[in-house]
């Protein structure tokens, strides 16, 4: 018996440690999720004291919280945008086309992702200081800061996806009489969709979830994570459990479709 159950436990050992490496990855989330049902007996209980369905019946109840939950998603959605077409454009400049810098210019597009976030809010703030934005710090310097640090993702991720594109698909579609322009948005555009969504989904998911970079530089302006480092002062209302289960579920949901898009697209072209 001991034999059998040596034998079965090899067999399976590196599924089985992937099952114990997800479940302590999602083990936060499945925390976050089951106290957006917390009564809490007090503020500063952090305990399940009992279940509810208020939280999610009345998710703005805390005052200001919407609010900020609102500036979040305009920036992000703002800087996604912003950060993605620049990101995508210098993806395929640096992978596409031979000219003096570009190595220089690649080490440069990961010195963002390399630096520490309160090394890059400070320089961004001593920038808008001295470019006389002091008095005026708020929503458009946070996001510009955002789109600045998105950035480098975006071309590390479609970067990664074009390196892995294979040129005869676009040299066939070029005997076959397609231009330049029918090539990109029939061939290249589609393959590279991927990994431009990718990219558009981590900015999104950095830019909202960001509070050092944005604590610097955001003025009086209040962000989700802003608001929830000073409701941590205070006791943490349990409609902040609700507002992250509800990311997380719109994040699954995203990346789920976008699988299955990708498989039946799969199987049709099959």
Request: aromatic share 14%; proline share 4%.
């Amino acid at each position: 018996m001991n034999g059998r159950l040596g034998k079965w436990v090899g067999d399976h050992i590196v599924l089985l440690v992937g099952l114990l490496v997800l479940l302590y990855m999602f083990m936060p989330i499945f925390i976050v999720v089951l106290m957006s049902f917390n009564d809490p007996a007090s503020k500063n209980s952090y305990s399940f004291d009992g279940f509810t369905w208020h939280n999610w019946l009345n998710p703005c109840e805390p005052i200001g919280m919407c609010d900020a939950v609102t500036l979040s998603i305009r920036i992000g959605f703002l800087a996604t945008i912003g950060a993605t077409a620049l990101g995508t454009l210098m993806a395929f400049a640096l992978v596409r086309h031979r000219f003096k810098g570009r190595s220089v210019a690649n080490i440069f597009t990961f010195l963002p992702m390399a630096s520490p976030e309160i090394v890059m809010g400070s320089s961004l703030l001593a920038l808008f200081v001295s470019a006389g934005f002091a008095g005026t710090l708020g929503f458009w310097t946070i996001l510009i800061a955002h789109i600045m640090f998105c950035l480098s993702f975006v071309v590390v991720t479609v970067k990664a996806r074009l390196a892995g594109l294979d040129p005869r698909l676009e040299q066939a579609a070029m005997d076959l009489y397609a231009n330049e322009w029918q090539t990109f948005w029939r061939v290249t555009f589609p393959l590279v969709f991927p990994g431009i969504l990718a990219a558009a989904l981590l900015s999104f998911s950095l830019s909202f979830d960001d509070f050092i970079i944005t604590n610097l530089n955001s003025g009086q302006e209040v962000t989700f994570p802003m608001y929830v480092w000073g409701a941590a002062q205070r006791g943490i209302p349990p409609q902040i459990n609700v507002i992250g289960s509800v990311m997380f579920f719109l994040a699954l949901f995203l990346v789920i479709s976008s699988e299955v898009f990708q498989r039946r697209r799969a199987r049709v072209t099959a």
